[in-house]
């Protein structure tokens, strides 16, 4: 019978409680998962913690095994004719679907825990700014306001912390501790808390920028927010918004997204010598994995942090 592991409590169980938004991808992987199952002619109601079965000894039962997996693997490639880019997304979506019912106590050990996927290989995208793009999108800033210097401060800010698109739009300005350099993030869908360094030259700025006349009075509100637009948090809109207007004015000619500023945040803490741990802690990476995409080996880039720091 067909649709073992579509039909089993386990994959209900991620329908509906799994955090990803699109789940067609990973479904489809499932769906093959599912056929090689019923190929190796698993009967029953499926239980991945007694899964392997002997001849010997019939009462007793082994918890599904990364051999099983391999067999997977090996039916795909040569029954399937998969090429390395399946064979990776195969691997891919399986390992997160077994990792979630394993976090989620469905199953007692990951059979996927250490497994391996070397199939496929995504070619890194570079799509952080340079040094003279990073200079001239500060100047740029700085001339649109050589005052109270809101944008000038925002992508300074970007360009130090690596923080992402939701973490600077909502971050209040009470989070952040001038005195030792630190910003403190709530990450309430994750329940969890993290920090971030910045520089001591924008603690300076930031003194500077808090105490501002214009930010004053918005300061009155514990609760309000270190960026914004018209006496309100900065939408996404807006800020993608901000820093498409800003590379116009610097004459930059690509796009450049709020990502592509976190991006380039990891490769100007790699310019000033932060080792690679460093990296992952200041942007939050819970894989070290990720942060090495951000910050592959670098033989020629200059100390973009130390020239960034406009005084």
């Known amino acids: 019978m067909k649709g ?3 039909n089993s409590k386990y994959f209900q169980f991620w329908f509906q409680h ?3 938004k699109s789940k067609n991808h990973v479904i489809q992987e499932l769906k093959k998962f599912d056929e090689f199952i ?3 002619g698993y009967e029953g109601e499926l239980d991945f913690d007694r899964f ?3 001849l010997r000894y019939p009462d007793k039962y082994r918890p599904i095994q990364e051999s099983f997996i391999d067999k997977f693997v090996e039916y795909l490639k040569h029954e399937k004719n998969a090429s390395n880019y399946v064979l990776y997304n195969a691997i891919s979506s399986l390992k997160n679907f077994f990792r979630f019912l394993y976090e989620m106590e469905l199953i007692e050990t990951h059979p996927m825990a250490y497994y391996k996927n070397p199939y496929y290989h995504r070619p890194i995208k570079n799509t952080a700014l340079s040094k003279d793009e990073c200079l001239d999108l500060l100047h740029a800033a700085m001339k649109r306001d050589p005052f109270f210097r809101h944008d000038f401060v925002l992508i300074w800010f970007m360009l130090v912390t690596g923080l992402r698109n939701s973490e600077v739009r909502h971050l209040p300005y009470k989070n952040i501790d001038l005195n030792t350099g630190m910003v403190i993030l709530n990450q309430e869908q994750k329940g969890e808390v993290r920090s971030t360094a910045i520089t001591k030259a924008l603690a300076t700025e930031l003194q500077r920028y808090i105490g501002h006349p214009y930010y004053v009075s918005r300061a009155s509100d514990e609760n309000a927010t270190l960026f914004f637009h018209k006496n309100k948090s900065l939408s996404d809109k807006q800020l993608r918004k901000k820093i498409n207007d800003l590379c116009i004015e610097a004459g930059i000619s690509r796009t450049v997204t709020p990502h592509d500023l976190r991006r380039t945040a990891g490769y100007l803490m790699q310019s000033s010598g ?5 990296i ?5 990476h819970k894989i070290l994995s990720t942060t090495l995409r951000y910050v592959p080996p670098l033989e020629d880039l200059a100390k973009i942090l130390i020239d960034t720091e406009i005084k």
């Open 52 to 54: 392997h079965g002997s």
């Open 280 to 284: 992952q802690r200041q942007l939050g």
């Open 274 to 278: 932060m080792n690679i741990v460093e």
């Open 18 to 20: 799994s955090p990803l």
């Open 4 to 6: 073992i592991l579509l």
């Open 38 to 40: 019923h190929v190796m």
